[in-house]
C-alpha cells in the first residue's frame, strides 16, 4: 500500500530566508509525486509533480522539490519566502500503474513572518 | 471556464437527514473524485469516477453514493446523515488517472448535529 508522510506539523520561516518543507513517501513500485498548497477557505491547488526524468522539478510561484530516490523523499523548496506563502501544505503520491488512488499527507501549515 | 463548482458552501444537517452535495466541471475531465478533509488528517478518497456511468469506491465510502451520469456532473449523496460525516468535502476532476494533477472545486462545509 502507498503512503505519505509529512513529518511537521507546523514550520516557521522568516520572510526572505529559504524554506523546506519535508515528505517521504512509500510505494512498492516507481511513484508519481505531487505537491497542492491550500490557502484559508479554499480548495487544494497544484503547484507541481515529479512523474519522470530530472530529479529537481520547478513549479508555481518559484517552489521547486526535489525527488530523492534512495531516501524515499520529496521535500519543497523555495529560495526566499514571502509572506505570501503561508497556507497549507500537502505533498501526495500515485504508484505507477496502481490505479487512480491519489494518497495524501497529514499536511504542513508553513508560516512565515514579516 | 469555471472549473471546479461544488454547492452548497456550507450546510447543517440533523442526525438521519439526508442530503446531495452538487459537483460540476466545465473542463471536459473523465475523471472525477470526491474527497472529505478532516483536521490534520489529509484528504480521504470517498469514491471516484473514470467516466459517465462508471464509478468505484475509494478508501472510506461507508455512508456515501455517487452517480455519474454526464461527464460534468458528479454529485454525491448522503443517506442517514451521522456526527461523523462532519467534514469539509471536496471534489476535483482530472484530465489523466495516474500522471494528471487534480483540481479542486473550493469545499463544501457540512455539520451533522
Known amino acids: 500500500a502507498q503512503s505519505v508522510a509529512q513529518p511537521e506539523d507546523q514550520v516557521n520561516v522568516a520572510e526572505g530566508n529559504p524554506l523546506t518543507v519535508k515528505c517521504t513517501y512509500s510505494?512498492?513500485?516507481?511513484?508519481?509525486l505531487f505537491w497542492y498548497v491550500q490557502y484559508p477557505n479554499r480548495g487544494l491547488q497544484f503547484l507541481l509533480k515529479y512523474i519522470t526524468g530530472d530529479n529537481l522539478v520547478k513549479g508555481s510561484y518559484g517552489f521547486e522539490a526535489e525527488f530523492n530516490k534512495s531516501q524515499t523523499s520529496f521535500h519543497l523548496k523555495k529560495p526566499s519566502a514571502l509572506v505570501s506563502d503561508s497556507a497549507l501544505y500537502f505533498c501526495?503520491?500515485?504508484?505507477?500503474?496502481?490505479?487512480?488512488?491519489?494518497?495524501f499527507g497529514g499536511g504542513t501549515r508553513l508560516m512565515v513572518k514579516p | 471556464n469555471a472549473g471546479v463548482t461544488q454547492t452548497p458552501k456550507f450546510r447543517i444537517l440533523k442526525i438521519g437527514q439526508s442530503m446531495t452535495l452538487q459537483c460540476t466541471q466545465d473542463?471536459?475531465?473523465?475523471?472525477m473524485y470526491w474527497y472529505r478533509q478532516d483536521p490534520g488528517m489529509g484528504l480521504k478518497l470517498i469514491y471516484y469516477s473514470v467516466g459517465a456511468g462508471i464509478t468505484d469506491k475509494g478508501e472510506v465510502p461507508n455512508g456515501y453514493n455517487v452517480s455519474r451520469s454526464t461527464t460534468e456532473d458528479f454529485p454525491l449523496r448522503l443517506e442517514l446523515a451521522a456526527p461523523s460525516q462532519t467534514s469539509v468535502y471536496f471534489c476535483?476532476?482530472?484530465?489523466?488517472?495516474?500522471?494528471?494533477?487534480?483540481?479542486f472545486g473550493s469545499g463544501t462545509q457540512l455539520s451533522v448535529l
Open positions: 501526495a503520491v500515485r504508484e505507477y500503474n496502481a490505479g487512480n488512488m491519489l494518497t
Open positions: 473542463m471536459n475531465h473523465n475523471y
Open positions: 476535483a476532476s482530472s484530465y489523466s488517472g495516474d500522471r494528471g494533477e487534480l483540481f
Open positions: 510505494v512498492s513500485g516507481n511513484p508519481y
